[in-house]
């Protein structure tokens, strides 16, 4: 799905917007397990905007804070890329995590995938799970 593919060395903050990564880190800086909170709004505009109102309800009271290091430290895959692992990407349409080009150039690091698109918001494994499923196949197939 269209995941954060991080390069060695790389790390959320590195992708995100610089404004994101600052609000983020003063948040955790505020709190003494230096997390930053999932805000209600953010996950149901932005993240799970396709959730009906009882995936919402269920899935906000199951959110907990991120850690700040999520943002912050660095990924260490020293020998992803010499694997060469056939690799699938599934778009999602209504993603808003990020900018869709940010998500194609993710994509395309992974040495050519094979590119298939689905509906769905950020969280579609929670909110269209068959049409998540119909994609995986699709790009399963030769």
Known sequence: MDAWVLQDGET??????????????????????????????????????DGTPAQLSASIRRLVPCPVGWFEDPLVLLRFADLHIPANYIFLRQDLAAPRELFETMAASLGGPRIVECEGSRQAMITRPEA??????????D
């Open 12 to 49: 959320v903050g590195d992708v995100m917007s610089a404004e994101f990564v600052e609000a983020s880190r003063a948040q955790a800086a505020q709190r003494p397990d230096h997390t930053v909170p999932i805000a209600a709004g953010h996950w149901s505009t932005a993240l799970m905007r």
């Open 132 to 141: 998540v499923a119909e994609a995986v196949l699709i790009g399963a197939k």
